[in-house]
């Protein structure tokens, strides 16, 4: 069964440093999204993404969020200056040919862990 | 915004039955329900849509009331493998795809 893919799986980096995050969606699938976990607690929407656009971002996903779709296969999600609080649990989804009414698969994560 | 679950948390025997509601303070477009293990990432269950279309496991069935912006989770005859915490995913925008999760219901079945 196709799957979404994240790498790498687990991350550790120093405070005010960059990082990228990569997903590589369900091939045919037109809408992808990030979400966010921390330890313990619910799973938090960041941002949609569709056509090459942001289609909506919480409040979570500031200046300092951004989202890419380099190729035809790939999906990052940068952080360019972490904060201690960024720590978390960062997963990847994607979904098929319409935003609603479509199941939404997530990939197995990253876990960040900011020093 | 966030909707609620309950219960926090629900401790059966194998073969037992249980339901875990989710209720919405807006209009929801659909309800999605996701169950997550220890460290794994979050496995789609199944989706409600309004007009009472569904969509998922075989094993396990769900309502969703429209009017009352609820959703529930019937899990009947529960097995070992169903253990870990139960999230349900509230569309309110219609549009984006956007899922607002609740707090999560953690299920543990015993032998």
């Known amino acids: 069964e196709p799957e979404v893919t994240q790498t790498p799986s687990h991350q550790v980096t120093q405070m005010g440093q960059e990082v990228i995050l990569r997903c590589v969606p369900i091939s045919n699938h037109l809408y992808f999204y990030w979400y966010r976990q921390i330890l313990g607690q619910k799973v938090e929407f960041l941002v949609s993404f569709y056509n090459n656009e942001i289609s909506e971002k919480s409040e979570i996903f500031d200046d300092q969020f951004s989202v890419e779709r380099p190729d035809g296969s790939n999906f990052t999600l940068k952080i360019r200056s972490t904060k201690l609080e960024d720590s978390a649990m960062y997963f990847c989804?994607?979904?098929?040919?319409?935003?609603?009414?479509?199941?939404?698969?997530f990939g197995d994560g990253t876990r960040l862990s900011i020093l | 915004q966030q909707p609620v679950q309950s219960p926090q948390a629900v401790i059966l025997r194998e073969g037992e039955d249980a339901v875990i509601n989710c209720s919405s303070s807006k209009a929801l477009y659909s309800v999605h329900w996701y169950r997550q293990k220890h460290g794994e990432a979050p496995v789609f269950l199944m989706i409600l849509l309004k007009g009472g279309e569904q969509k998922g496991h075989e094993k396990i069935s769900a309502s969703f009331n429209e009017k009352k912006q609820q959703s529930s989770l019937y899990l009947t005859a529960s097995q070992l493998s169903y253990s870990g915490t139960y999230f349900c995913?509230?569309?309110?925008?219609?549009?984006?795809?956007?899922?607002?999760f609740g707090q999560g219901t953690t299920l543990q079945v015993k032998p």
């Open positions: 995913g509230t569309d309110v925008s219609g549009n984006t795809g956007k899922l607002i």
């Open positions: 989804a994607s979904s098929g040919d319409r935003a609603i009414n479509q199941p939404q698969h």
